[in-house]
């Protein structure tokens, strides 16, 4: 598993099979009191909950003098957490870096706190947008939006966007990609498993697609929020 | 030139995300006549080179005859200069005293900053006790600094206070709402009973009512506020005017 920053491709490739199905999801924002920033975000059964702290107080040890301190915390529904977590928040943490303002707040500290509700596939990617919400939410300054999609390769070489746990078992290959809003370009990809460089650019450009309909989405979340406050 | 507050105008009012651009490109005109207009950005929006981006979530909201800004749903606050806040002392430490304000670092504020004070005639201030005072200095680099008098030397309602009553903490949406000079919110609240308030700009309100059930009323009944609109509002103020009375 790679966990590699920036790249930067377009695809203008035509795609054959038009499937960047999305299972159904769902988000809800400020539903906790006690953190800055909170929100769910639910694809088919996976469910994550996000909660932002923010900006804060630092630890000395643990601040950096021109800009903010980007923390993490995965908890898994059972036990405590271990190295799979740990790795999911350095994917996450990564992308909450490049998509914040950082240098706005120096000498403090952001903390993502996330919980997994259900896990049904497609984890890494919910929790992802759960905390992209959460951010939003909280009202951090950030220079763009961010989402994420999974696209699981089968045996038969087909791509399957949003798989389901047990898709993803059965799968060769798993990819997720976190798409920016501003250009569409990856900021970050996290993958298992074989797959050719053509099935590579496919996924990307499939994951491209599929991040207009979840940017659609946050934008009318966001207006539903701010419809009873006018 | 009008292609700036074209650009603006047309989303006034509406809701953005971080990530939309307004991008100028000034027309090339023949006879090199540019009109420069200044255009104030204010919180929420940031310029970055030709173009002005939003980096926070919110409505865009405008003041005659240039400024723009984006109105934005927060409970987290970030000290800004000439600001007037409540804090809470958290400790005493040689001339000064440290402040919590709710933001990412403690204010400090001088013995000397308050209205009389002199180097013998030191103010009677503890550990714990609730002080309105103003940022002098607040930005992103540097410890942020409170002051309880203004620039004449008189307190003009700062330094100390919150005997009895109770403190608590709202959004900053709220915040504004209530400090609007004729905010409907306190007018309908004054109809049911009379009470003491002071809201400070980082989300704290202090109230205090005659007894203490009225005043965890009044407590309440700020704190749902919130969500409502105002037609909701009023219904609800109605009810408890004729409830309690």
Known sequence: MSATRGLCMRTMMELDQSCSNLREYGSEQSLLSKPDGTSTFVQGDTSILAGVYGPAEVKVSKEIYDRATVEVLIQPKMGLPGVRERAREQCVRETCEAALLLTLHPRSSVTVVLQVVHDDGSLLSCCLNAACMALMDAGLPMSHLFCSVTCAISKEGQIITDPTARQEKESRALLTFAIDSAESSVLMSSTTGSFSVQELQQCIAISQKASEQIFQFYRDSVKRRYSKIK | ?245
């Open chain 2, 1 to 245: 030139m009008d292609t700036i507050h074209a650009c603006f105008k047309e989303k006034i009012g509406e809701v953005l995300l971080p990530g939309d651009v307004f991008s100028f490109r000034l027309p090339e005109s023949g006879d090199g006549s540019i009109k420069t207009e200044k255009t104030i950005c204010g919180p929420g929006l940031r310029r970055n080179g030709e173009e002005v981006q939003v980096c926070k979530s919110g409505i865009l909201r405008h003041k005659q005859p240039n400024m723009y800004w984006i109105d934005s749903q927060q409970r987290r606050y970030v000290p800004a200069k000439g600001e007037s806040v409540i804090g809470i002392v958290t400790a005493k430490s040689g001339d000064i005293f440290k402040v919590d304000v709710g933001g990412s670092e403690q204010a400090s504020l001088s013995y000397l900053a308050f209205e009389g004070a002199t180097k013998r005639n030191r103010p009677n201030v503890q550990v714990g006790d609730l002080v309105y005072g103003q940022f002098t200095i607040a930005n992103k680099d540097m410890e942020p600094e409170l002051v309880c008098i203004d620039s004449c030397g008189r307190a003009n309602g700062m330094g100390v206070f919150g005997a009895d009553g109770l403190l608590f903490k709202v959004s900053l949406g709220l915040v504004r709402r209530l400090l609007v000079p004729q905010s409907e919110i306190i007018k309908d609240l004054e109809k049911i009973f009379p009470f003491e308030l002071v809201v400070g700009m980082n989300g704290r309100v202090w109230v205090k009512a005659k007894t203490v059930q009225q005043t965890l009323i009044v407590t309440n009944l700020l704190e749902t506020c919130e969500n409502m609109t105002s037609q909701q509002r009023q219904t609800l103020f109605k009810r408890v005017a004729d409830g309690c009375l």
